[in-house]
């Protein structure tokens, strides 16, 4: 079945960096769209950045645009979310996922399959 597993989180001060990784097992991806999504208690997800498996199309949310970068590296089936400039908002849970389709991107109801998450903690 298909598996998508989250490593990279932690704690880091404001400023700083981190680059999660999205390890994708199971099926192969073509056609796919693998999103980075991210919560807080209390609050809904969040779309972050998604990045379709040919990385054809790449989508930023405004908030992260310029200091987020998402890539894929096809042949470790491995989706890497660069994180710079971080800070105390993005502390969340941040999540993989992966839809069949990239129309709705930044919709989490289009997503099929999701991994468990790693937290994100950003210090001021």
């Known amino acids: 079945q298909v598996q998508l597993v989250e490593s990279g989180g932690g704690l880091v001060q404001a400023g700083g960096s981190l680059r999660l990784s999205c390890a994708a097992s199971?099926?192969?991806?073509?056609?796919?769209?693998i999103g980075w999504f991210r919560q807080t208690p209390g609050k809904e997800r969040e779309f972050v950045s998604a990045?379709?498996?040919?990385?054809?199309?790449?989508y930023y949310a405004g908030s992260v645009k310029g200091r987020f970068t998402i890539s894929r590296d096809n042949a470790k089936n491995t989706v890497y979310l660069q994180m710079n400039s971080l800070k105390p908002e993005d502390t969340a849970v941040y999540y993989c996922?992966?839809?069949?389709?990239?129309?709705?991107?930044?919709?989490?109801?289009?997503?099929?399959?999701w991994g468990q998450g790693t937290q994100v903690t950003v210090s001021s």
């Open positions: 996922a992966a839809a069949r389709t990239y129309y709705s991107a930044t919709d989490p109801l289009n997503y099929n399959y």
């Open positions: 990045i379709r498996w040919s990385g054809s199309n790449i």
């Open positions: 199971g099926r192969t991806f073509n056609g796919y769209v």
